[in-house]
């Protein structure tokens, strides 16, 4: 997995909406910090520290700003709700009694009963409601303040207020029904908690995904202790957040593996679907590699830890997620903008709603400031906060659980627009698992076999591999000393007695031979020793991949470092019409470099010397059986090395995209229709605020389909 850069991550609780993280990330910066990202939707802040402030001094600002802070924050909770446990949250018990009290207001409008409708009962009604919804509204509007990003509770609080003084005033100087606004208060609070308590659960779904991941990492393991005396085994149950590298466990049928490890003695198949995506079995014996979180649904086996903690390969998968979430892509910057500067344009075309409604229009005092109010209570600057990380989170979450890892929002951007793919083959089309055909040499052949091993083990190539893989059990290596790789053309190395030895592509024995047609050739002191074929097989789902890239539109090319004759069997039987042979990393790099020009390019790819061109394409992805160069050079890693995942993710990418411009046409289009609306009196304030407070729910909703639409 990708080495992850230490950052700070804290939990924040008292987040109300977008917003609030749009201040908190103002103030962070600020502070001169970098790399800061705020979570509403996950209620976390991540950043870097630098030397002008201290640690202690940051988590107390944000403090300071009226939020909570919750350093070193459990993956497994929610800062923001949880309406999947026992109990119900603060949030929830003041819209209970809120909406208690607010009921019969309600009914006042409809019923003929004479104590709904007098006046002092009403106030007694709606004063606790609004001393409810001042503590609540007005303390995160406070807060939002402090960060200089107003938030919309600053609207809310203020429609109410207008609405509940004006009635107190009509009540004290006794004006009459007509200055009784009271149900107009109440009701306005009673329903954006009601939004409130939907988006949160809503919200909460949206980034189920991680929270599922971390579920899986188990909290006990049984570790194997060994007595120093006697040399008995002996088992106690530890927790996992004590494992150490180099303990050893015990693991029985159905059991969760603790942590990343291998295999030391027996033998069983384990579930990896939580990282792969695929529900297949894979066997595990002496010396395979096992991931932490994994189940072991046959056999029992003893494993050693290799990694614990933050180093596991879910540990970086769900940090990795959660930092793909928090990288937003660059159309969100335009909801960001307009949402700092929403609520002061909206505060400015309420003032003018009255001013224009009470002097120019003459439409009365009573009139005038409910259309006022109307305006405050309509807007609603979340939903276009909403509409990108709730969409991102629920894209990038089922991705993550099919096995794609989206290393951030704005890759997941960028895919979406590619329109060419190109493909290496070795390793990638291929399924690079190879045997030796034939081979010929003028040296002995144990000779020749203890050369090829002696180089190739030293080399993570596919081919390498295969050939160590055919000779070591039968044949023993020749020492090699000062062994280095060539990138694109094979690898080097001496023996004790000086002799030079080089393993490799034509590139190294074109001045030797005319003939191309070989996968390796071996030199011994500059000269021409031998040469090798290999057999590789196409992967059985790449011609899907690429009938899938062809029905969608998308060209495909195929750029290989092998032999002509290969790469063009290997393009005729997948349909690839394009293709490219004898290529260097540096040819590689210049045609991607190229292609990137003319579009948004992805180049698929596995090998070390794939890793320039994958981190110069638009959108690089790997194979997670490729090397760990290409791996970190990569913008998506398919975690399940199956290429049925690149048009899932694909499909992913662009129905996200789709998403979030569906979320920001409602929350433009919502706030441009009903804004004016209000001013000219066509929504009074109950109205206005129950459109208010769905608003935001159905961008939440219609993100949430992400999850379960067919891609």
Request: net charge negative.
């Amino acid at each position: 997995m990708t080495e992850v850069s230490t950052i700070h991550r804290v939990g924040i609780e008292g987040m109300d909406c977008n917003n609030c993280a749009i201040g908190i990330k103002r103030f962070l910066e600020k502070k001169g910090l970098q790399n800061v990202d705020v979570s509403f939707a996950n209620a976390e802040a991540s950043f870097e520290m630098n030397n002008a402030v201290t640690y202690e001094e940051v988590l107390e600002g944000i403090e300071n700003l009226g939020y909570h802070v919750i350093e070193e924050p459990d993956e497994t909770t929610d800062t923001v709700a949880q309406p999947d446990v026992a109990g119900w949250s603060d949030l929830e018990w003041k819209l209970l009694v809120c909406a208690i009290f607010t009921l019969p207001l309600l009914l006042s409008m409809f019923l003929p009963f004479e104590i709904l409708h007098n006046s002092a009962v009403q106030m007694l009604l709606c004063l606790p409601v609004f001393i409810i919804g001042a503590d609540h509204f007005g303390s995160s509007a406070l807060k939002s303040l402090k960060t200089g990003v107003p938030n919309m509770d600053v609207l809310i609080i203020m429609g109410t207020t207008a609405a509940f003084l004006y009635s107190l005033i009509g009540f004290a100087f006794g004006l009459g029904h007509n200055y009784m606004f009271w149900e107009t208060a109440a009701t306005i609070i009673t329903l954006v908690l009601t939004g409130n308590v939907i988006e949160r659960r809503s919200v909460r779904q949206t980034g189920s995904a991680i929270r599922e991941l971390s579920k899986l990492q188990p909290t006990v393991a049984r570790r194997i202790k060994i007595d120093s005396v006697t040399g008995h085994e002996s088992i106690e149950e530890v927790s996992t957040k004590s494992i150490r590298t180099g303990q050893v466990f015990l693991v029985n049928t159905g059991d969760r593996i603790p942590t990343d490890g291998i295999v030391v003695w027996g033998s069983g198949g384990a579930n990896e679907a939580m990282m792969t995506g695929e529900s297949l079995l894979v066997e595990k014996g002496e010396g395979s590699a096992l991931i932490g979180g994994s189940v072991l649904e046959i056999g029992s086996i003893k494993m050693k830890a290799t990694k614990v903690g933050k180093d596991t390969a879910l540990a970086q998968i769900i940090e990795l997620v959660k930092r793909a979430q928090a990288n937003q892509p660059p159309i969100h910057k335009l909801a960001d903008r307009i949402s700092a500067v929403f609520v002061p344009v909206v505060l400015l075309i309420a003032i003018v709603t009255f001013a224009g409604g009470y002097f120019y229009f003459n439409i009365g005092f009573k009139q005038s400031i409910l259309n006022s109010i109307a305006v405050l209570v309509i807007s609603c600057p979340c939903a276009m906060g909403l509409a990108t990380p709730t969409a991102l989170m629920a894209g990038l979450g089922r991705a993550a659980k099919n096995g794609i890892l989206i290393k951030s929002g704005t890759v997941l951007e960028t895919m979406a627009k590619v329109s060419t793919v190109v493909f290496d083959k070795t390793g990638t089309l291929t399924t690079g698992y190879f045997t030796i055909k034939s081979m010929k040499s003028e040296l002995p052949d144990f000779e020749f076999k203890a050369i090829l091993l002696g180089l190739e083990r030293y080399s993570a190539h596919p081919l390498a591999k295969a050939i160590v893989r055919a000779l070591e059990k039968d044949h023993k290596p020749l020492p090699m000393f000062e062994v280095r790789e060539m990138k694109g053309m094979g690898i080097m190395g001496k023996d004790t007695d000086g002799n030079t030895y080089m393993a490799g592509s034509y590139n190294i024995a074109d001045e030797f031979t005319d003939d191309n047609t070989h996968n390796i050739y071996v030199l011994k002191n500059g000269k021409l020793a031998g040469w090798l074929d290999m057999e590789d097989e196409l992967r059985p789902d790449a011609a899907d991949a690429v009938e899938y890239l062809s029905k969608h539109h998308i060209k495909t090319l195929l750029l290989s470092g092998d032999h002509t004759d290969k790469t063009t069997q290997a393009a005729r039987k997948l349909g690839i019409t394009e293709y490219y042979a004898n290529r260097l990393p540096k040819e590689k790099l210049d045609m991607i470099e190229d292609l990137s020009k003319k579009g948004v390019t992805a180049m698929v790819g596995d090998g070390i010397n794939d890793a320039p061109a994958l981190a110069k394409a638009s959108v690089g992805i790997a194979l997670s059986n490729a090397s760990q160069v290409a791996i970190d050079s990569a913008d998506v890693v398919l975690l399940n090395s199956n290429l049925h995942s690149l048009g899932n993710a694909l499909g992913i990418c662009r129905h996200t995209v789709l998403t979030i411009k569906q979320n920001l046409f409602w929350a433009f289009f919502y706030n441009l229709l009903a804004i004016p609306l209000a001013a000219v009196g066509l929504l009074n304030p109950m109205i206005a605020a129950f459109a208010m407070a769905f608003s935001d729910v159905i961008v939440i909703g219609n993100s949430l389909r992400l999850k379960t639409k067919k891609i």
